[in-house]
């Protein structure tokens, strides 16, 4: 097999070429047709985190091992079946589902493998799909994609997942109940597409971007509100009609946590997704007396990737624009990404797909 790898971080990547894996047990070997760049892989590729004042989360330190082929949105078409693996055959086009797990532990079983302790994700711990193989480790984190795009269907796996899980974690809600999401980027786009596709009718978009809040009214935010300044949680509240239930917040800064939290009313729930990063100091009392909840959400599960796809597949979830681009060129892709020049996500695309 040939891989794109992170040989030395913040240094072009280098085509390998490694002995395609053998798969055992439960595994399953596919051959990569598609693989989204997610923004996430600039920080693996650098190596670090940048955590604010001064402090790095260094990923070398927390278990990122090189060479490493990135990737964790990834399509491909099965090859070769483990001695134990059932339930797809040689030809199926699958999605995988990255964000895998120990396998044996409580978490992994319930089919909360993002939930693990051990976490083995593919494309950050072990290889994923910036190659022409990938295994998963078992055929249950395969979705069949159906009819949908396997360029758009390959981005359900990080991004879309992440919105899922996010929005699945204030639900369920009335369609008339306000659920505001800050941040009208790549994933507050995405949170709108699946907010409609779920029937919900009021969403108040908050942005410090004018053009991002057109876009947000455009893609169908009933509200777009100024995210920047003060007195932004009276304008949500406003914009409501009083202080709200649901708050998803995929900015997650310091601002940002602040006026989400001062916008909840009384069993009120902050979702934060994003990483800005900063901090929130709160006064205590609030949490027990208005019975509110902070949870943070990371990714998502298998169930949630299938509960994904089937609302694609029945429903009217809008696409996000998907350019594709040969699995050769992942490093121009990777630059392109970083210096701000991605509408949407760019997605490798094996030269036989
Ligand atoms: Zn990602
Ligand atoms: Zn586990």
Same mark, same amino acid.
């Given at each position: 097999?040939?891989?794109?790898?992170?040989?030395e971080n913040g240094?072009?990547?280098?085509?390998?070429?490694?002995?395609?894996?053998?798969?055992?047990?439960?595994?399953?070997?596919?051959?990569?047709?598609?693989?989204?760049?997610?923004?996430?892989?600039?920080?693996?590729?650098?190596?670090?985190?940048?955590?604010?004042?001064?402090?790095?989360?260094?990923?070398?330190?927390?278990?990122?091992?090189?060479?490493?082929?990135?990737?964790?949105?990834?399509?491909?078409?099965?090859?070769?079946?483990?001695?134990?693996?059932?339930?797809?055959?040689?030809?199926?086009?699958?999605?995988?589902?990255?964000?895998?797990?120990?396998?044996?532990?409580?978490?992994?079983?319930?089919?909360?493998?993002?939930?693990?302790?051990?976490?083995?994700?593919?494309?950050?711990?072990?290889?994923?799909?910036?190659?022409?193989?990938v295994v998963a480790?078992?055929?249950?984190?395969?979705?069949?994609?159906?009819?949908?795009?396997?360029?758009?269907?390959?981005?359900?796996?990080?991004?879309?997942?992440?919105?899922?899980?996010?929005?699945?974690?204030?639900?369920?809600?009335?369609?008339?109940?306000?659920?505001?999401?800050?941040?009208?980027?790549?994933?507050?786009?995405?949170?709108?597409?699946?907010?409609?596709?779920?029937k919900h009718r009021?969403?108040?978009? $908050?942005?410090? +971007?004018?053009?991002?809040?057109?876009?947000? /009214?455009? %893609?169908?935010?009933?509200? #777009?509100? @100024? *995210?920047?300044?003060?007195?932004?949680?009276?304008?949500?509240?406003?914009?409501?009609?009083?202080?709200?239930?649901?708050?998803?917040?995929?900015?997650?800064?310091?601002?940002?946590?602040?006026?989400?939290?001062?916008?909840?009313?009384?069993?009120?729930?902050?979702?934060?997704?994003?990483?800005?990063?900063?901090?929130?100091?709160?006064?205590?009392?609030?949490?027990?007396?208005?019975?509110?909840? $902070?949870?943070? +959400?990371?990714?998502?599960?298998?169930?949630? /990737?299938? %509960?994904?796809?089937?609302? #694609?597949? @029945? *429903?009217?979830?809008?696409?996000?624009?998907?350019?594709?681009?040969?699995?050769?060129?992942?490093?121009?892709?990777?630059?392109?990404?970083?210096?701000?020049?991605?509408?949407?996500?760019?997605?490798?695309?094996?030269?036989?797909?």
């Amino acid at each position: 097999m040939r891989a794109w790898a992170v040989v030395e971080n913040g240094k072009p990547l280098q085509e390998l070429e490694w002995p395609t894996p053998e798969p055992t047990g439960t595994e399953v070997l596919l051959e990569v047709t598609h693989c989204g760049v997610c923004h996430s892989d600039i920080h693996i590729w650098e190596g670090h985190y940048d955590l604010g004042g001064g402090k790095v989360m260094n990923l070398q330190d927390r278990g990122v091992v090189l060479p490493l082929a990135m990737g964790h949105e990834i399509v491909g078409r099965v090859v070769k079946l483990g001695p134990d693996a059932t339930g797809v055959k040689v030809g199926d086009l699958r999605i995988v589902f990255p964000w895998v797990g120990c396998g044996v532990c409580d978490a992994c079983l319930a089919e909360d493998d993002n939930m693990c302790l051990k976490g083995r994700s593919l494309g950050v711990y072990q290889n994923g799909g910036y190659g022409t193989h990938v295994v998963a480790p078992h055929p249950r984190h395969l979705v069949d994609p159906g009819t949908l795009d396997p360029a758009v269907a390959a981005t359900y796996a990080c991004s879309g997942i992440t919105v899922y899980s996010a929005i699945n974690k204030v639900m369920p809600i009335s369609p008339d109940e306000p659920i505001v999401l800050v941040g009208a980027g790549g994933l507050g786009m995405n949170a709108i597409a699946v907010l409609k596709a779920m029937k919900h009718r009021n969403i108040i978009s $908050v942005d410090v +971007s004018a053009e991002k809040r057109d876009a947000a /009214l455009n %893609a169908g935010a009933t509200k #777009a509100l @100024d *995210g920047s300044g003060e007195g932004v949680a009276q304008r949500i509240i406003d914009a409501a009609g009083g202080p709200v239930l649901a708050v998803i917040d995929l900015v997650n800064g310091t601002a940002s946590a602040r006026f989400a939290f001062d916008a909840l009313r009384k069993g009120g729930k902050l979702i934060q997704v994003g990483l800005f990063g900063g901090e929130l100091t709160i006064p205590l009392p609030y949490m027990p007396i208005r019975a509110l909840t $902070v949870q943070g +959400s990371y990714v998502g599960n298998p169930k949630e /990737l299938r %509960a994904l796809v089937k609302l #694609a597949q @029945d *429903g009217d979830l809008a696409a996000l624009p998907v350019a594709t681009v040969p699995q050769s060129q992942a490093y121009e892709a990777l630059m392109r990404l970083r210096d701000g020049k991605v509408n949407g996500r760019i997605v490798l695309r094996a030269d036989a797909a």
